[in-house]
């Protein structure tokens, strides 16, 4: 068939349709297809591709094109400022809904705000200041309309550990304070960087089954040092692996005090069956968004009224009236505690942000609108660092909050606005009320709130469906649990990009067949019907060639043509002459892929085996031709489909 | 079409096939098939599976199959020990090869051996001890026919380098000279190990292209130390960084001593010659072969009939005569210097492992037999181990005697057994003559024998094929040349497995249209003259679907759609009802990746359009099922080719 000889012209390369088919007029033979070369593309315009797929894969600026200067600068306004998108468009419907969701997230957020600055081992106040600022900028820049800011659980307790393994709160608070406070700089500053500088996908590395891990380990850890407050104990350890707090609760147990166990308990069952009811009946959820605050009064009460009864059950004391004070001056940039601030910030900053990502996305999806992650982590940094110059720790979107705010009816971020300008008037008016509250209820809060985030059920989902994600959950929960946060979540990525080698080193083989009737070669051990073609071997790759795997592949592939040999010879089969690789998943090659193909070509050759290429993706031609492969594989090993391959040789032969 | 609305029965879990089509009577339509589950599973049959694929995945015990216990303890003897394979066929004819191609590499591992050694810091006897006895074993133990046993360059450097930094050699002779004992002891436990527990496939992770780098960074480094030599300098730093190495050089320019400069570049003018002239005309190899030995006789001639006219000429000096002396007394196992010898064996043994590994492959590749990677590694592994209780140090197949040595007509192991008897003469008859051999013979040879790694042409052919590659190659070069050989190589796995990442990270999609006239779908952007199927978007992914990728797959796929829609509204086309996902090349999917298809799934539905999954690999298929995404998606939503896909769904509206 002299017409197909030349169907690859890889001498051509200033054309990319690399010669076409002429089907030859005197033998009526069935049409074969060509296979093409990618269009052709300069180094640099490959470049610019890789960088806008690696940087801007969702195009951000669409909006911008084809557009007059004045709408250009209106869409500038909306991309940079997405409160002028909804602003224009607020009506008094939707004014409504705000507030009553504004009311109820601030019902739950002033308890929790006081709660997660305990946690982060800082003066309640500042979880109340935590919640004003921030909301605030988030509701100018955010592009959620139910995302709840304010601090969050997982991050308070990582900041608390972290600064506190560095400076102890009890004997310099001065200090921890500021560093605090230098921390959330950080974290607003590597937050906003990664947005600007496009590279929110790291965050994607965290993959949700090794944050089931992370997240319960977090949880019970938080859950055991709550012990402290419930149990009443007044000298606890300040480490945080499961094995020192267990003991020092058991240590100390001289220290319990009764009435405070009892009164925690009491508010524990409390809260946790109204959860239950709020999980199992969505129309009462109301009822657990406020019981939090109703528990604070309630036990504030009581606290204060039996107050000479109740001597050994410690309250938060007195706190100052009065709006968030400047911080500014109070950022550490220099100095030996520049590098325990800095850490601390980059990874508590990376927690918030997947938390205030993640639940910003959930929400979006559920909803049927679009978030850009990249623009979240401006959003999110920016409200940081302004929030770090206005003695505000580290916020984000809380799952629990935000969950409240769009069951309550939130439409917009304005919701945020209602909730801070609650905790304003609570700031300027309420705060002597806190003097009786007892510590046992926020300790209670906590745990009502982290226990959520133990989720056997995913885990279970996670064993069931993929062991190695169940394995990488188990990494993240053992390793919060027993050494440390940021060894849990390094455990975590190592598992997760082990389990991408794993997969790229030991790819799938299969030895394909034909369905009777078709052209379609498929799977012989999974379609059972499916034939093998005498004289041919026809394997499919499943995953790109590379360093890693190119040994192995080259092994397994022989491996693969031995056991063909031997069933040939045990079925009387017609003798072995073809080779046809189906490199449809194939999806990229790299030198060493490129080598391996050319030796494991000699090789078959040195056994009376031709190799054929069916269907390389444009990728592994454009390798192919650059590195003259093609030329020495000859115009006979290239096919456009595993059919074609075989119909093609038939002919020739 | 009511009958096919039950293709995929995954609620029958008992039967893998999960439905069978039921072709309508009345109607006349093409014939859909069903997209099957692989055959099912226990977990353990699955561990079993994933297991032997990853260590046993050549089968490397397939010759014990069906066989009577006879041929089997035979078979295992071939196993263990090759040399019962070619020892019973051995005749004259293989011996005469033998003999020439071992004197041969003889001549060639002589002064090698003493100029490696000096390399490592050694005494320049050690080379010769350890040309001796781990060529023996190997000869034994090793499958490969054709790898020229002993000291090797990179590996001299390396141990060089590091047992330097923690000791000097010219302080503390006799603890270095144990140190590197107990270094080659570990680095032939840990190669040995590594062959043992069939972990081999770890050196494949060290890609052609990070070797490219390596190999001319260490070598540009290894000559420019040779200066020492050549320039006749005492004092020489004992740094391996490139700054550090010139500026000694040309501050110690008052010790350069123009007799060994002008007698070292005359013998580097030779040798270099000769090389060009063996690697020119193959007939000719033997001149380059055996050149280097006769520079060492000639130049130890000079120096004896004019030692009083060249003062200034370094010398080896006084060797002693005798047989490797035993050194398992000297291993250390214990003590503040046991940590630097198990790092720099564990280095060395890696480095040496691959070079072994790699030419053992090379002349496999070419003569066309196998090579056990596995197996190698436990024979290399071995013979260093005794080679550390006989005073050798680290030793592998070195590259470019293995390839004198198959040039020279070399057909078995044997030829190192006749080499080692020949460095065995010498040991015990020749060593005086030394006595006047200049040193810097020595460095000329080391430099014709390194330059030959900076391999310019490789690395312009990454640059030309694979740009990622070539920044690999670039990366590893550069971090030896300035930093030091562990951080290179670290840095060009690094770089390495950063590709895979990003590979997974920002995988290719494609917008596919039909080929007129078959049922071929592909690249619209490839092959022109694909169309668009009215009503479909039909769309590849190039990888699997993974927590690194679901995110921006989600967000890719859905800009895919704006601007499908786009196109449609620019081109008045039928409005949008289907997209169709051909997963042919998505290889794998993890439970984000599960996650992402659903809510994907219900975001289109948001948006009146249908999601169609074509071909789903076996192991895609059985996580869909798993997941019970496979009832979610519904029976009309699964084919098993893109084009029983349009037909069918055309059916059906």
Redesign the interface.
Known sequence: MPSNTNRVGHDQPETT?VSILVPPATIESP?L?DV????EKT?FQ??RH?LS??FF???PL?GFKNQTLVKKIVFALHFMFPIFQWAPNYDLTLFRSDVVSGLTIASLAIPQGISYAKLANLPPVIGLYSSFVPPLIYAVLGSSKHLAVGPVSIASLVMGTMLNDAVSYSLQPVLYLNLAFTATFFAGLFQASLGLLRLG?VI??????TLVGFMAGAAVIVSLQQLKGLLGIVNFTSKMQIIPVLSSVIEQRDQWSWHTIVMGISFLAILLTTRQIGMRRPKLFLVSAIAPLLSVILSTFLVAIFITKLPNVATIGQLDKGLNPPSSNRLYFHGKFLVVAIKTGVVTGLLSLMEGIAVG?TFA?LK?Y?VD?NKEMIAIGLMNMAGSCSSCYVTSGSFSRSAVNENAGGKTAMSNVIMALTVLVTLLFLMPLFRCTPNLILAVIIITAVIGLIDYQSAF??W??????FLACLSSFFGVLFVSVPVGLAVAVGV??F??????????TRVLGK?P????F??L????EAQRVPSFVILGI???I???????LQ??I??WL?EEKDWIAANNGSILKYVIIDM??V??I???G??MMN?LR??LE?QSLQLVLANP???VME?LH??NSLESFGSKALY??VGEAVVGIKLII
Request: charged letters at 30%.
């Open positions: 349709i049409e297809h093409r070369l990618p269009p180094t490959k470049l890789k797929e690696l894969h969702d195009d669409h996908f994607d590395f965290l993959s949700k089954a996305r999806a049927n679009q992650g989902r996670l069931k469906v993929d062991k190695l994600d997760s990009v389990k991408i080698l794993l997969h790229v080193t030991r790819p799938h369905i009737g078709t052209e379609i498929q799977d051990v999974r379609y059972r499943e995953a790109p590379y360093f890693a795997n190119s040994t192995y092994e397994r022989l491996r031995r449809t998943a999806t990229a790299d030198t060493s490129l080598a030796e000699k090789m040195n993706t444009g990728s390798k650059q590195s456009l489909t």
